[in-house]
Structure formats: structure tokens, C-alpha cells
């Protein structure tokens, strides 16, 4: 089967159309692996391909033959194998993974996984803004079961994977802490009073600006974040143009002039 090279250029030029100037020298063989279970023997024989659009690529021609030695050598299988310098395709990645904020329009759907981590069942999760004060094991059981039997509330709700996840990504985003708005700014939202805290556990962390004359209005904003619109925020509004010192010249003698009489000629006229 090492020797079969010829039989491997044959069905490669045959894989590229015909057209032999495609396939170039050959650069190897390598035996393949056989098993018990299957008694024939197999080689696989790399020529280059000089087929246009895929430099770097090569011809993979495996060849074989079952355990005798006078059985001929017959063709398996012919590909195209990417080299080091190949150019390939990027990673398949996943549509739902791919997909992006800005991507939904108005219409779209976008279907959750049933299995996905930030989503938990609703009676597994009692998160603080949940479960009454006081309320003991007990009760807490007795309510997911009733709640979940009657159908109330919502089917799921996010799970502590979800919340961590959205949390990095508001942290990280344009209304975080290390924003460039925040980073200049001269309070923090936290203790503004435009700054609507969230419930539950993001309480302590998060909530929404209401601030209309702020970019930030209608977001969620780290409360560490800050801008220029925080609630107490005075700057002097008096006037910046210098006046100069007021000069009055009610004690300043003035020269009044003397009348000055009216004539007439001699003729009388």
C-alpha cells in the first residue's frame, strides 16, 4: 500500500475534476491503525494541491487492502486536508451564541434553551425579596408547592449563575464604574437622588438612573458609576463678568456757563 502512490494520484486527480496540474508531488504516507474487528489493512498517501483557493492544503488519499497478499490495493476515501498555513474557515459557533443585542429587531424571536444555567425552576429559588421575614423551612416549602400546583408567578426566574453573569456585564458595560463618564465624574450614582435601587440582591449593587437630561437615563447603572447630572450637584450661577466700581459725581462742583444776552441792531430790526 506504501507503494500504491499512483493509485492515490489517480483518484485525487479524479476528486479535483480531471484536472492533473492540481495535484502536486507526493509528501508522505502514513500507516493507519487497524483493529481486530476489522482485518484490512489501510495507508494514507498526502500529495500537495495546487487547486486554486486553498494554498497550503493537500490532497489525503487513503488506500487498502484486506489481509492478503494477493488482494488488490483499492481507494477508501479522498480529501482535502488544511495545512498549517492554510487559510480555513473560523470555529463553528453556535447561532444562539452568536447572536447579539443589537441583532433583534423589531418581530424577532429569540427562543431560550430550556437547559440554560441563568434560569432556574421558580420554586427553586427564594431569594430575599421572596421569602417573607421569619418565614421557616417549612413554610418556604409549602409555598413553592402551593404556588407551583396553582401555576402563579413566573415559570422560572434567574439563577445565582444568571445574576453574576448580568452583573459582570453591567459592571463591565458604559454605565459601570470604570466607564470614562464615571471616571470623571464627582459623585457616584449611589448617593444621587435620581438613582432607583433594584430589588433583591442586586439591591446593593445596581439600579436605574431616572435622570431625563443624562445619557444614562432609563439604564442600569453601577452605583459607582457617575456623571455630571448627579442630584447634588450645585455650582455658583452668579454673574462672571467682572463690574468695575461704581463713580458718582454728586459732589463735584460744575461751571455753569453765562447767558448770554440777546441783541438788536440800531435800525430797530
Known amino acids: 500500500m506504501a507503494a500504491a502512490v499512483d493509485l492515490a494520484r489517480a483518484a485525487a486527480v479524479e476528486a479535483a475534476d480531471g484536472e492533473a496540474e492540481q495535484v502536486g508531488d507526493a509528501v508522505g504516507v502514513h500507516a493507519e491503525d487497524a483493529t481486530d474487528d476489522a482485518p484490512v489493512s489501510a495507508a494514507t498517501h498526502y500529495l500537495v494541491a495546487d487547486k486554486p483557493g486553498y494554498r497550503g492544503w493537500t490532497w489525503a488519499v487513503t488506500v487498502m487492502a484486506p489481509d492478503d497478499p494477493e488482494a488488490p490495493v483499492t481507494v477508501g476515501e479522498v480529501a482535502l486536508l488544511p495545512g498549517g498555513g492554510a487559510v480555513v474557515a473560523p470555529v ?17 424571536l429569540l427562543p431560550v434553551d430550556h437547559d440554560d444555567d441563568r434560569l432556574v425552576p421558580a420554586h427553586a429559588s427564594l431569594d430575599d425579596d421572596v421569602d417573607p421575614a421569619g418565614e421557616s423551612e417549612e413554610d418556604a416549602e409549602q409555598v413553592r408547592a402551593v404556588a407551583d400546583e396553582l401555576g402563579f408567578g413566573r415559570p422560572r426566574v434567574m439563577s445565582p449563575e444568571g445574576r453574576l453573569d448580568a452583573a459582570a456585564r453591567w459592571s463591565g458595560g458604559d454605565f459601570g464604574p470604570a466607564a470614562e463618564m464615571a471616571r470623571a465624574a464627582s459623585a457616584h450614582c449611589g448617593t444621587c437622588g435620581f438613582y432607583l435601587a433594584l430589588a433583591g440582591s442586586m439591591r446593593g449593587a445596581f439600579g436605574v438612573c431616572g435622570n431625563g437630561n443624562v445619557p444614562a437615563d432609563g439604564h ?4 459607582e458609576h457617575g456623571c455630571g447630572g448627579h442630584s447634588e450637584l450645585q455650582i455658583d450661577t452668579g454673574s462672571v463678568v467682572m463690574v468695575s466700581e461704581l463713580v458718582y ?17 440800531a435800525d430797530g430790526a
Open 92 to 108: 463553528w459557533v453556535p447561532w444562539n451564541e452568536r447572536v447579539r443585542a443589537e441583532d433583534l429587531s423589531p418581530g424577532d
Open 249 to 265: 459725581d454728586d459732589g463735584v462742583d460744575m461751571e455753569t456757563p453765562e447767558p448770554v444776552a440777546a441783541t438788536s441792531d
Open 220 to 223: 442600569v447603572v453601577h452605583a
